[in-house]
């Protein structure tokens, strides 16, 4: 139906968003390897990658400070050893997190565990919003440098696409 109306190219900057927003592991590492197989600007590509993985962690994050509210999880929080794993996250949680933790969880599921984890006195843009930001932009950067050699790989290997 849109289909006349979008032209190609934009329509393969839109799968890629829409394969990068899915809540699956490795939303980056699959939209990533997308753009270098369609052979889309690595610049655009990374740039469109880092803003939507950052609006869904966003959201996430909220979704997270909704979360809090539930009583089961406040209880869980704090019990002794909640508050003891509370205070280590609420000091390195960021910073390992979304740094560390993101190429082998992803930043959807730290976002969520960081939202429910926030206390009101914290700073949000030092606490979560810049540490996200760039260690997206940098996984982003990452994972097209690892796609386009492992394309490239296989395109001259098995003489593939």
Not at 65 to 83: A, T
Not at 89 to 101: A, H, N, R, S, T
């Amino acid at each position: 139906m849109f289909k006349p109306f979008i032209k190609p190219l934009y329509l393969k900057y839109f799968i890629m968003i829409a394969i990068n927003m899915t809540p699956l592991i490795g939303g980056k590492y699959v939209s990533t390897a997308y753009a270098v197989y369609y052979k889309l600007n690595p610049y655009a590509s990374i740039i469109l990658i880092t803003l939507s993985e950052a609006v869904l962690c966003s959201i996430l994050f909220y979704a997270g400070l909704k979360l809090k509210s539930i009583k089961w999880i406040d209880r869980m929080i704090s019990s002794k050893k909640g508050r003891k794993a509370h205070n280590y996250v609420e000091k390195y949680g960021p910073i390992i997190g979304l740094f560390v933790g993101q190429m082998f969880i992803g930043a959807p599921p730290i976002s969520l565990a960081l939202g429910i984890l926030y206390e009101k006195n914290k700073n949000i843009y030092l606490y979560f919003f810049i540490p996200m930001f760039i260690s997206i932009f940098f996984y982003s950067i990452l994972n097209f440098y690892l796609n386009t050699v492992a394309v490239t790989s296989l395109k001259n290997m098995f003489h593939f696409f």
